[in-house]
């Protein structure tokens, strides 16, 4: 019997699910003083985003469709390293985690009118794997002004449980009858690459405002053996959107960015704290 695109929330409620993790970019340009210094930061960010579960098939687990706001926390510990004096990498690792959730779903019983099924969902969703590489490039330097480009790919993968208690409900009455539990294994892998050209803007001394376009692809995978064997392709709506921060100087090596993130299918509150050495 096919399932509703509540069952997709489920796998992507994991990724968080991703969430699917969307991550803070910070500045555009190449942080570090100059080549051959290091960098160590922490990133968080508060997520929503919509997502398409593609390519189910005939799986009585899944439909193909659009899951609408879905909430995702982001922590990651993060290094980085100066190639160049206006170019940077780095990498982070840590985890991603959504909240529990819940849904229910009335399904006719066969052909006979009298009684419907009403499915309960319940997710038990729990921290799952995080890591991330970048790199940072500064095109242009004077004065106030720093242009440049970041280039992320965030990898999540989670795993957790989810149970399906079926009901027979009688619909003059609205009575129901227990019929039986079903539990499953769900595992999601996913991939968030974003581009993210921009300028950065020393507004006082020691605080800078920065932002430009952001193209953004979210891709991955999400498995369940709930009643069947079941897997699915995850994509994002949208690719293209923008971001703006602040980034404000604590000391000479250490600094705070606080940022808003924006696409067609996705919003971002993240922060980053960093410290060069």
């Known amino acids: 019997m096919k399932r509703t695109v509540f069952c997709i ?6 990724s968080g699910s991703v969430t699917f993790g969307i991550a803070p970019v910070g500045q555009p340009s190449a942080n570090l003083f100059q080549k051959g210094w290091w960098s160590l930061g922490v990133d968080y960010s508060m997520s929503k985003i919509d997502l398409n579960a593609e390519n189910t098939g005939n799986s009585s ?3 193909e469709g659009t899951v609408d706001g879905l909430d995702i926390n982001l922590l990651l510990g993060k290094a980085g390293y100066g190639i160049k004096d206006n170019w940077e990498v780095f990498v982070g690792f840590g985890i991603a985690k959504s909240g529990s959730f819940s849904d ?3 399904e006719p019983w066969g052909n006979n009118n009298e009684y419907k099924q009403k499915s309960i969902f319940e997710l038990d969703g729990s921290s799952g794997h995080a890591a991330q590489i970048g790199t940072k490039y500064t095109f242009y330097e004077k004065s106030l002004i720093k242009a440049g480009v970041a280039c992320q790919l965030t ?21 129901m009858e227990f019929i039986a ?22 507004i006082s001394y020691g605080y800078s405002i920065f ?10 995978t999400a498995k369940s053996n709930l009643r069947t064997n079941t897997e699915v392709d995850i994509t994002n709506d949208s690719a293209f959107g923008g971001w703006i921060g602040l980034h404000a100087d604590i000391d000479v ?25």
């Open 211 to 220: 932002g430009g376009p952001l193209f953004q692809w979210v891709n991955g």
């Open 104 to 106: 229910e779903k009335s």
């Open 253 to 277: 090596f250490t600094s705070l960015n606080l940022e808003y993130q924006t696409t067609g299918s996705s919003s971002t509150i993240g922060f980053n704290f960093t410290s060069k050495f």
């Open 61 to 63: 687990l899944f439909t």
């Open 181 to 202: 539990t079903t539990e499953s294994d769900v595992d999601a892998d996913l991939y968030i690459f974003q581009i993210a050209p921009g300028i950065s803007y020393e």
């Open 155 to 175: 990898w999540l993968s989670v795993s957790g449980t989810v149970q399906e208690s079926v009901y027979k409900e009688k619909t003059t009455d609205g009575s």
């Open 9 to 14: 929330t489920i796998l992507i409620c994991l």
